[in-house]
């Protein structure tokens, strides 16, 4: 019995609902109705004779041989995938799709993106800064850059770089010239963002007990809090990934203090379900070589700048 073209149809929308484990998920990525998906895999159950999912009151579960066919299908769909890509792009342009966090893009992965397309001429990137976490769905993005703890579901992670936090001002503003030691900090206008860790735990690991902070200004977004920092609103705690171009500008400069270990760091991810294509391992690859790359470090600050 030829089964082709009845299981191709049926397929696609099996495979979805794998990886949801959900049929009403599927449908909203499918753009089907709930009952159109359970109707293909019930025509695509009777066609093999076996059960591919365990339904239950709270949802789906694959069988083993529903686990057994959703790998075989997820590859050959991968794989289809990757031959549509390049005929698409028949002259050797390959495009890779990237999400990631605005103040990353901004602050170190801009910079140093002309030496990525100097080694790759034949990718064109797509980067999304948007806020919300992205959905890996099909025909969504290749991979991206998250700050967290390493761990998201239907993700691979693969560690990126570490993060440390530590204050730091704008030279020219009032008061920062009389900051000796970290208690002195408190007495300056603090700007801060939406992030766990904070001023209180950067005080606490500097040794100052006691302090009662001052209300501070509040941004969601940390690019904000360096630009504000930047324009004198006050001092800021900084990731020193993103700190970087600005001390390398002497727009800011850094305060007395310890560094703080961040709790959270950055990783590579990418769906589980598929295998990266080779843009995006090219480009995972030239992540992790430019985050150990230390051929660019701080200079030293002029003490004119500094007024001493």
Request: proline share 7%; hydrophobic share 45%.
């Amino acid at each position: 019995m030829n089964l082709r073209p009845a299981l191709l149809p049926a397929l696609g929308v099996f495979a979805a609902a794998a990886r949801h484990q959900n049929f009403a998920h599927a449908a909203e990525e499918l753009h089907l109705t709930a009952s159109a998906v359970s109707h293909h895999i019930r025509k695509l159950e009777s066609l093999l004779g076996v059960a591919l999912f365990q339904r239950h009151a709270r949802g789906v579960k694959l069988t083993q041989e529903g686990r057994q066919l959703a790998d075989a299908a997820t590859a050959a769909l991968t794989d289809i995938e990757g031959v549509a890509a390049n005929l698409r792009h028949a002259d050797g342009v390959s495009v890779l799709r990237v999400t990631t966090l605005h103040s990353l893009a901004y602050c170190w992965l801009l910079p140093r993106l002309p030496r990525f397309t100097a080694l790759h001429p034949h990718i064109r990137l797509q980067l999304d800064t948007g806020t919300a976490l992205t959905r890996f769905d099909e025909g969504g993005p290749d991979l991206g850059i998250r700050h967290g703890p390493g761990q998201w579901q239907g993700l691979t992670a693969q560690h990126l770089m570490d993060d440390e936090l530590f204050p730091v001002a704008s030279p020219g503003l009032p008061g920062v010239e009389a900051v000796k030691t970290p208690r002195d900090i408190a007495r300056l206008p603090l700007v801060t963002d939406l992030a766990l860790q904070g001023w209180r735990d950067w005080f606490r690991a500097a040794g100052v007990r006691g302090l009662r902070l001052p209300e501070m200004h509040s941004f969601s977004d940390s690019t904000d809090v360096m630009r504000a920092s930047v324009y004198g609103v006050g001092a800021a705690l900084a990731r020193k990934v993103i700190a970087q171009p600005y001390l390398q500008r002497y727009e800011l400069i850094r305060l007395p203090g310890p560094s703080l270990k961040a709790r959270f760091a950055y990783y590579v991810v990418h769906p589980s379900h598929r295998a990266p294509r080779p843009a995006a391992l090219a480009f995972i690859d030239w992540l992790k070589a430019e985050a150990e790359d230390e051929r660019t470090p701080l200079p030293p600050i002029p003490a004119d700048l500094l007024g001493r």
